[in-house]
C-alpha cells in the first residue's frame, strides 16, 4: 500500500511540482489584486496586472492540462496553489490598503474635542456633528482617509476616548473636494 502512495507522488518530479504550485499562487495573488483594483477603479493597474495573471494562467495551466490525465497529481497541485493564491492575495491587498474609507466615531459631547484634536494632532481632517443618544449628547466625528491608515486612526479615536464606538466604511466613489495630480493619473 505504501509503495503505491509513494508511487502516485513520484510521478510529478518535485521541481515540477514546487514550479506549478508557485506559478499558481502567484497568478491568483495577482487576480485577486487585480478584481480589488478593478473594484476600486484603479483601472491601469487593473490591466497591468490582468496582462501578468492571463500570461502565468496560459503557460501553466496549459502545462498541468497536457499532462492530467498520465499525472492527475498535477490538479492536485494545481488546485492547491490557486487556494493558497487566494489566501495570499487578501494578506498583500489588506497590507497595501488600497482605496479610501470613511470613518464614523459616536463619542460623548464631553470627549469629543479631546478625539478631534489628537486625530487633528496626527494630520487627519475631521467632520463633526452634534448628535442626540438615547441618554446623552453625543458628537459623531467623521474621518475621511485612505484604507492603510484605518488601524492607525482607530488606535487614536480608542486611546483618546475608550468608550467611542467606531465604523468604518470602504468608499466607491468620492465627488467634490481636493484630488491630487497622482490619483488621477493612476485612475
Known sequence: MWETIVEFLGTVPIWEMLLILVVKVIEVSVSTLRIIFIGKGLRKPGALLALVEILLWVFMASSVITGIAETPLKGIYYSIGFALGVYLGSIIEDRIGVGKILVQAIIMKEEAKNVTNALRDAGYAVTS???????????????????????????????????????????????????????????
Not at 468604518?168 to 484630488?179: A, L, P, W, Y
Open 129 to 187: 456633528i452634534n448628535a442626540h443618544g438615547k441618554y446623552n449628547e453625543r458628537e459623531v466625528l467623521m474621518i475621511f482617509a485612505n484604507r492603510k491608515n484605518k488601524r492607525n486612526i482607530i488606535d487614536i479615536i480608542n486611546d483618546t476616548d475608550d468608550d467611542a464606538f467606531v465604523v468604518t466604511n470602504d468608499v466607491s466613489m468620492v465627488s467634490g473636494g481636493f484630488v491630487s495630480p497622482w490619483r488621477r493619473l493612476i485612475k
